[in-house]
């Protein structure tokens, strides 16, 4: 069974910086293109960033561009999300995704994953 799971959540002050992680298990996610997501309350959830199997291509939203980087080991089977110059706005449910299915333009659509972890708080307080 497929599985990820995020790490490295939790409460900050704005200006703070955290790194998330996704482990994957249950099968090799190397040639598999990974994302983050985040889901405030009451709000959809909506894109962070997403990295290729190869690790070359990234992708961000304009929110977190120039703050966030995404990357990815292979040999770990874990995709990163570094977070720095945190703002309150970034406080989410930060969630690991991973896409089986092969695109041409970027994996910036939820409907995009076919595997999803369960999540990781991260609230930053101002």
């Not at 190869?54 to 939203?61: L, V």
């Amino acid at each position: 069974q497929a599985q990820l799971v995020e790490s490295g959540g939790g409460l900050v002050q704005a200006g703070d910086s955290l790194r998330l992680s996704c482990t994957a298990s249950g099968r090799t996610f190397s040639n598999y293109a990974m994302g983050w997501f985040r889901q405030a309350p009451g709000k959809e959830r909506e894109f962070v960033a997403t990295i290729r199997w190869s690790g070359g291509n990234t992708y961000y939203a304009d929110s977190v561009k120039g703050r966030f980087t995404i990357s990815r080991d292979n040999a770990k089977n874990t995709v990163y999300l570094q977070m720095n110059s945190l703002k309150p706005e970034d406080t989410a449910v930060y969630y690991c995704a991973a896409s089986s299915y092969s695109y041409a333009g970027s994996y910036s659509s939820r409907l995009q994953y076919n595997y999803w972890g369960q999540g990781t708080q991260v609230t930053v307080s101002s």
